[in-house]
């Protein structure tokens, strides 16, 4: 099992550029989550999907579109990249089993806009 | 609103000394609290999660306590080792339908040889 994986590592993009975030698990989770995370302020939610088909606002949803493209993938979309989203991106899976759920997280992806 | 926050933001230690790290939350209305690493340039890494009802957890070295009416918990490392050096995160579970976390900033632990 690969678990939680991202693409790309790393990127660079100038201001107003649009790019995508891949992500994808194999564990066959329901729910999936994009978070990004900046010095001094922690993890904060993006979007989520909590399960196949719908996808939902988190904490900070401005200047992102997501994508749940199936069960396995959930998508990051910049239309329209600003420096303030420079930032460390994580994505993360989780399985609601009452009783026992936790997420597990992929590497990140970190995302400098000049 | 829920808010998490994580004390001391760093800490450094010798060696085989025990530790605590500490996790307060806002909102007592919590389905669970989750302990994380995190290695620098590096992924989440999951260590303990304690479900509401609980009031411990333990895994190997490490012990995690919640106390829901204070909204506390603390992560107890015992036995320190330099492999132990990362930043360690706590989150709280919001929301029963949506699996929604709410992290602390973390603590820089150092382990010093």
């Known amino acids: 099992n690969a678990g939680v994986t991202q693409t790309p590592k790393f990127q660079v993009l100038k201001t107003g550029q649009s790019m995508t975030l891949q992500c994808a698990q194999d564990?066959?989770?329901?729910?999936m989550y994009w978070y990004r995370q900046d010095p001094g302020m922690g993890l904060r939610l993006i979007y989520y999907s909590a399960s196949e088909g719908t996808t939902d606002k988190g904490e900070v949803p401005n200047g992102y579109n997501v994508s749940r493209l199936n069960k396995r993938e959930f998508s990051l979309r910049l239309e329209s990249a600003a420096p303030s989203q420079t930032s460390v991106y994580f994505c993360?899976?989780?399985?609601?089993?009452?009783?026992?759920?936790?997420?597990?997280f992929g590497p990140g992806t970190r995302l400098t806009v000049l | 609103k829920q808010e998490v926050t994580q004390i001391p933001a760093a800490l450094s230690v010798p060696e085989g000394e025990n530790l605590v790290l500490n996790c307060s939350f806002t909102?007592?209305?919590?389905?669970?609290l989750q302990w994380f690493r995190q290695d620098p340039g590096k992924g989440l890494t999951s260590l303990l999660l304690?479900?509401?009802?609980?009031r411990e957890q333990t895994s190997g070295r490490l012990n995690a306590s919640l106390d829901k009416s204070s909204g506390r918990s603390t992560l107890y490392i015992a036995a320190s080792q330099p492999g132990d050096s990362a930043t360690y995160l706590c989150a709280v579970r919001i929301g029963g339908a949506t699996n929604k976390l709410i992290f602390g900033t973390g603590t820089l632990l150092a382990v010093q040889p």
């Open positions: 304690i479900q509401s009802s609980q």
């Open positions: 564990m066959n989770h329901n729910s």
């Open positions: 909102d007592s209305a919590i389905y669970n």
């Open positions: 993360a899976s989780g399985r609601l089993v009452t009783g026992f759920n936790e997420q597990f």
